[in-house]
């Protein structure tokens, strides 16, 4: 299963977003059930895509987040190619439609 690095402040999301070419970000909250249902589905599929800089951010330590990304319901997906949005999944992820579109993602950015 693979660790997501912790972020704890918009300026730490920001940097992370803008020095990895693929950023993935797993937003979540602490009492969710969902969130805690899915984190560990995420991480283990996102073994396969080792490219990919994940990180976990945890919207009770940093509230900003919501307005940040125009968040309304936890937990939320995000995958960022060269700093754009190109996948946002929230509340309910199906799994393999996820997988689905970061292979797209992932087979074209892996080509430049």
């Given amino acids: 299963m693979r660790e997501f690095q912790e972020l704890y402040s ?3 999301i920001d940097d992370f ?3 990895n070419s693929l950023a ?4 979540s909250r602490t009492n969710c059930s969902v969130c805690h249902a899915l984190l560990p589905k995420v991480q ?4 396969d895509y080792p490219q990919i800089q994940t990180a976990h951010i945890n919207v009770d330590d940093v509230e900003a987040v ?3 990304f125009s968040i309304f319901t936890i937990p939320v997906l995000l995958l960022f190619v060269e700093g754009k949005e190109y996948i ?3 509340r309910i992820v ?8 970061l292979d797209k993602i992932y087979k074209n950015v892996a080509l430049d």
């Fill in 44 to 47: 283990i599929l996102m073994e």
């Fill in 66 to 68: 919501a307005g940040r």
């Fill in 10 to 12: 918009i300026e730490e």
């Fill in 94 to 101: 199906h799994m393999d439609l996820l997988e689905e579109k």
């Fill in 24 to 27: 993935f970000l797993f937003i």
């Fill in 17 to 19: 977003i803008q020095s």
């Fill in 88 to 90: 946002r999944e929230a």
